[in-house]
């Protein structure tokens, strides 16, 4: 049974940086695509990065790249998304996702991948 678990969010000041973690279950992260999306109030989900279950590669919104930063943790089956220099348009429920396949599409694919965990809140004040 596919289980995905977002820790990591809270509140943080404009410029500042979190760290998000998705434990995984059910599944190998080194073997399945994972990637994380948001939503916001009032605003369509948006895929933001995805990491691949084939090589490990990375992938990014152009939103977000150089500033966010995907990885994975084998040991512990957890996906990690590092998140820097943030600002208000930031603010969202940010979640991990995974189609149950090896390869990652587009970045904002991840936004509708089958499985998705309950999402952990990012709020970036001014």
């Known amino acids: 049974q596919v289980q995905l678990v977002e820790s990591g969010g809270g509140l943080v000041q404009s410029g500042g940086s979190l760290r998000l973690s998705c434990k995984a279950s059910?599944?190998?992260?080194?073997?399945?695509?994972v990637g994380w999306a948001r939503q916001a109030p009032g605003r369509q989900r948006e895929g933001l990065a995805c990491?691949?279950?084939?090589?490990?590669?990375?992938y990014y919104a152009p939103s977000v790249r150089g500033r966010f930063t995907i990885s994975r943790n084998e040991a512990d089956n957890t996906v990690h998304l590092e998140v820097n220099h943030l600002n208000p348009a930031d603010t969202g429920l940010y979640y991990c996702?995974?189609?149950?396949?090896?390869?990652?599409?587009?970045?904002?694919?991840?936004?509708?991948?089958?499985?998705r965990g309950q999402g952990t809140q990012v709020t970036v004040s001014s």
């Open positions: 990491i691949s279950g084939v090589d490990g590669s990375t």
């Open positions: 059910g599944f190998p992260v080194n073997s399945y695509a």
């Open positions: 996702t995974t189609d149950y396949l090896a390869g990652c599409g587009v970045p904002n694919d991840v936004a509708t991948y089958d499985y």
